[in-house]
């Protein structure tokens, strides 16, 4: 009489199925971007698959005592591990330490025959792959003196798209006289000879190497004002922060006058950038999080949000490290993000 075959429930079958299904789960979170659950069931069942054939097939009991326990132990290390990602990273988000030699300086520069006098800041930084990049974002005087304030005159024109109108207005104004830094960025482009992820990389971790500061429509108090997360910054550098600015937003002409931006501050200055050079970006703004980022719909992998059928990969603006398709743990659900502006 042939004998049905052996059940075990013994740790070489735990040990194998775990073996293979955390390293399945890993795989495909991590090169694959798929769902960290629908990563874990998948691998799941390759992996009962494949203990059943090297360790012999478990009772139904302890299959599904070891199955709920592997998945409730990857559970707890997800936590743990995103726990420690958000408590290393959040003190990278709004880095408040200007280099001297990169600060705004007053010059002048030739125009054909013309002296012109400009504000101009040399910026020395690497990318988030180790690239060094130097180059001087400069503004002329006169653009500053004629544009900071006009803001102040902008007439809404869509309340139930106020954001995406305003920025497309700023955009509009402001970008004409961006023309020595559209030059600047030329120049790496060709230098350096980036491709089109490369130049993004490269204009993005520029405006993400400048310091963090608050912008405000009211005037800029005491750090004990404030909730925890401005209070922190602003004990450590209380003048990161400028007040009485129409809407808590500076145009690009400003922030590059002063270099004092936050998060929206920034978004419009590289949307400006990279729509001069025929990019597909889109500003991404969650009221859940009080927080403006950018999109670019182009190939990458990571986090991206879906706009009348096109993808755009979102970026972290206002820290240093971030690259395509990532955000701060504390910002990532993607469904409190919505595209407010894009330049196609």
């Known amino acids: 009489m042939q ?4 059940k075990t429930n013994g740790c070489l079958w735990l040990f194998v199925f775990a073996l ?14 798929i769902n960290w659950v629908l990563a874990f069931i998948v691998s799941a069942i390759v992996s009962i698959l494949l203990a059943n054939k090297i360790a012999g097939k478990p009772t139904i009991g302890s299959l599904f005592k070891n199955v709920g326990f592997l998945f409730l132990l990857i559970i707890g290390i997800r936590f743990l591990l995103l726990f420690l990602i958000e408590f290393v990273t959040i003190p990278t988000t709004e880095e408040t330490t200007f280099k001297v ?31 060094n990049y130097q180059g001087k974002l400069a503004v002329r005087e006169k653009d500053f ?19 995406g109108s305003l920025y497309d207005y700023i955009d509009r104004t402001d970008t004409p006289s961006l023309d020595l830094v559209m030059a600047t960025f030329e120049e790496i482009h060709s230098r350096k000879n980036l491709n089109q992820m490369e130049f993004a990389e490269m204009v993005i971790s520029c405006i993400q190497d400048i310091p963090y500061a608050f912008v405000f429509q009211e005037a800029c108090l005491s750090a004990e004002n404030y909730e925890e997360s401005i209070r922190v910054i602003l004990e450590n550098c209380p003048e990161c922060c400028i007040g009485h600015v129409k809407y808590g937003i500076q145009n690009p002409v400003s922030f590059l006058q002063n270099l ?17 050079f025929n990019y ?8 859940f999080y009080r927080h403006s980022i950018i999109g670019l719909n182009l190939p990458a992998k990571g986090l991206y949000k879906t706009y009348y059928g096109k993808k755009y990969v979102v970026w972290e603006t206002t820290a ?14 993607i469904t409190h993000w919505n595209v407010v502006l894009t330049s196609k």
Do not use: M
Request: glycine share 6%; proline share 2%.
């Open 280 to 287: 597909d970006v889109a500003i991404l703004n969650s009221e």
């Open 101 to 131: 030699e990169e600060g705004v300086a007053k010059s002048i520069i030739l125009e054909g025959i013309d002296s012109v006098s400009v504000y101009s800041s040399n910026r020395v930084w690497k990318d988030n792959y180790g690239n």
């Open 20 to 33: 293979f299904c955390f390293s399945g789960t890993l795989f495909a979170v991590l090169f694959l971007t």
């Open 260 to 276: 004092k931006g936050d998060c929206d501050t920034r978004t419009v200055l590289i949307y400006a950038i990279l729509k001069h």
């Open 320 to 333: 240093k490290y971030y690259t395509a398709g990532q955000l701060p743990y504390n910002f990532n659900d």
């Open 145 to 163: 003196l004629r544009l900071h304030k006009h803001i102040n005159s902008y007439k809404v024109t869509s309340s139930a798209n106020f954001w």
């Open 3 to 6: 004998q049905s075959p052996k």
